[in-house]
């Protein structure tokens, strides 16, 4: 016998843990599937984000950045200290202890809302049955009128560098070292390469970054992703673009790669290897045949604007679909999913989604690149403004950067904000705002912004876009 639910939601990611609550909160009988467990080997909710993604990475960020500040910044406002050291150990027990406090919270939540977990690996069957192979491999079977599959993503593996779990790794063995690797080789300059390039590099790794492509960074605007790449290579992260890596042969002494820069055969040595080349949708096992969900080339579900797959009350959301990879998408779509299920209204506009790299300096944008604009056609003009000219960025000894607008030629509607600099993980919001309200670089030049700080770059920029930036020649 199955048992009955309304919403069945396979995978407790950022997409699947809080379209789970927000169903139980809209007074529907919900089920939360997931398979993955933690470090301690029991089982862990909160998909990759809270067990080894935005939340761990962000904690050795953290952890990194003190660290830094203490041996690299400290000395310019007057404050010395003798022989810092760190201690690998406990910065990877901080960020173990907060990973357990906030998956232990989705269990919590789920608790506090009523939604039943299952914990075992979860598979769709023709209508709407799911069948959950639990972790003491027992099966139960589950019906409901909806099921949101939420089954997130997995490292993509390249064919001639296999993750070992210990010389070649992806994001979980990256965030997880017992010790700081003297060489870090990493294969692409990513997100996570950079982030987690970061965070070795400023603990005393030497970091060298093999790219495939000749440009960096080129999801960014070219003007923000060469003012990163400045301040990359100040900090000693050495990126090499346009690197094609043929072998990465494990040997004793360490992780022996040859790439090719175009020009030449290349030969590097490190002593553990970070592969960092993107992610791909976990939809392996998912399906059961007779479903008819549809899977793209790529495995990614295939859904409709409203995340919907096609077949009677089938939904699914986050990374296992098309759009970014990001927690923050996943949890919209989550949101959007039940209240469509609940006979509200939900949708969730793709165009306004930010993006957040979380390196030293931040790197952030909404919208357009400039150069996207250009591809598409659409007449723009941009302004911006260098944090340099700022005073609360000079006063926090945080310089680097800049803010840039763009906004469309005729309309003056922004159609893309773009930053690199000190806490831009928080400025890109006024560009979502801003975007979301069809806001025109003109609004944003009118609001009143509080000085000092560092938003006054982006009321800067918008200025600039009508050649009337005040703190710098326009
Ligand atoms: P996931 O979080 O991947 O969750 C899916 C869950 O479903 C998993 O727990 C999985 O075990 C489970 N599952 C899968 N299939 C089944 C099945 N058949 N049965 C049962 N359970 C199943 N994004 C950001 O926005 N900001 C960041 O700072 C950020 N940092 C990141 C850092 C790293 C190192 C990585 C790897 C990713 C980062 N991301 C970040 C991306 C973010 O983690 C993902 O976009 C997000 O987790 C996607 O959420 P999701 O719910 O779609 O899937
Ligand atoms: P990515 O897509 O960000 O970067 C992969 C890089 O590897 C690209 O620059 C690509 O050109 C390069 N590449 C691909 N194949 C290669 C090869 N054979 N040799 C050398 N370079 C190669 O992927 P990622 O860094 O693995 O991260 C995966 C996803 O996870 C991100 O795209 C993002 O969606 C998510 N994420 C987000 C955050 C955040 O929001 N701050 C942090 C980490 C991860």
Redesign the pocket.
């Known amino acids: 016998m199955s048992e009955q639910f309304d919403v069945i939601v396979i995978g407790a990611g950022p997409g699947g843990y809080v379209a789970a609550i927000r169903a139980a909160q809209l007074g529907l009988k919900t089920a939360c599937i997931d398979a993955a467990l933690g470090k301690d080997d029991k089982p862990a909710l909160g998909g990759t984000c809270l067990r080894v993604?935005?939340i761990p990475?962000k904690a050795l960020l953290d952890s990194s950045r003190q660290f830094h500040n203490l041996t690299h910044m400290f000395a310019d406002h007057g404050i010395s200290a003798e022989k810092p050291k760190m201690d690998v150990g406990t910065m990877i027990g901080r960020k173990d202890k907060i990973v357990k406090q906030f998956t232990g919270g989705i269990a919590m939540l789920f608790k506090a809302n009523k939604v039943t977990p299952f914990y075992g690996f979860g598979t769709l069957h023709k209508g709407n049955l799911v069948k959950v192979k639990q972790h003491d491999g027992s099966e139960v079977e589950l019906k409901a009128a909806n099921v949101i599959l939420a089954a997130g993503?997995d490292?993509?593996e390249?064919p001639f560098a296999k993750f070992d779990g210990e010389r070649i790794v992806d994001?979980v063995g990256g965030l997880d070292f017992d010790k700081v690797p003297k060489r870090l080789g990493v294969?692409?300059?990513?997100?996570?390469?950079?982030?987690l390039g970061s965070v070795w590099n400023r603990l005393g790794s030497e970091v060298t970054i093999?790219?495939?492509?000749p440009e960096f960074?080129?999801?960014a605007d070219a003007d923000i992703a060469k003012a990163a790449a400045k301040e990359f290579k100040k900090q000693g992260l050495d990126i090499k673009l346009g690197?094609?890596?043929g072998k990465a042969e494990v040997k004793k002494d360490g992780v022996h790669l040859t790439y090719n820069d175009g020009k030449a055969d290349h030969k590097l040595v490190v002593d553990k290897l970070l592969v960092?080349?993107?992610?791909r949708a976990a939809t392996k096992g998912l399906l059961a045949e007779g479903t008819e969900v549809k899977l793209d080339e790529r495995g990614m579900v295939e859904v409709d604007e409203h995340n919907h797959t096609g077949v009677d009350g089938v939904w699914a959301i986050g990374?296992c679909v098309r759009g970014?990879?990001?927690?923050h998408k996943a949890t919209e779509e989550g949101i959007a999913v039940a209240e469509l299920i609940a006979g509200l209204p939900g949708h969730v506009n793709l165009d306004t989604v930010p993006?957040?790299?979380?390196t030293e300096p931040e790197i952030a944008w909404v919208g357009k690149t400039e150069k996207q604009c250009k591809d598409e056609g659409i007449p723009v003009r941009t302004g911006s403004f260098p944090f340099a000219a700022i005073g609360r960025a000079v006063a926090m000894n945080e310089p680097a950067g800049l803010v840039k607008v763009i906004a469309h030629a005729e309309t003056d509607r922004i159609v893309g904000m773009h930053l690199v600099g000190a806490n831009v993980s928080e400025l890109v919001h006024s560009g979502v705002i801003a975007m979301e309200f069809n806001g025109a670089a003109d609004d944003l030049a009118r609001i009143c912004f509080a000085h000092p700080t560092l938003s006054e770059a982006v009321h800067e920029a918008a200025m600039s876009v009508d050649k009337r930036a005040i703190h710098k020649a326009n």
């Open positions: 993604g935005c990475s993503s490292s993509i390249l994001n294969i692409g300059a990513g997100v996570i390469g950079l982030e093999l790219e495939a492509l960074l080129a999801a690197a094609k890596v960092a080349v993107g992610r990374d970014p990879m990001l927690a993006w957040v790299i979380y």
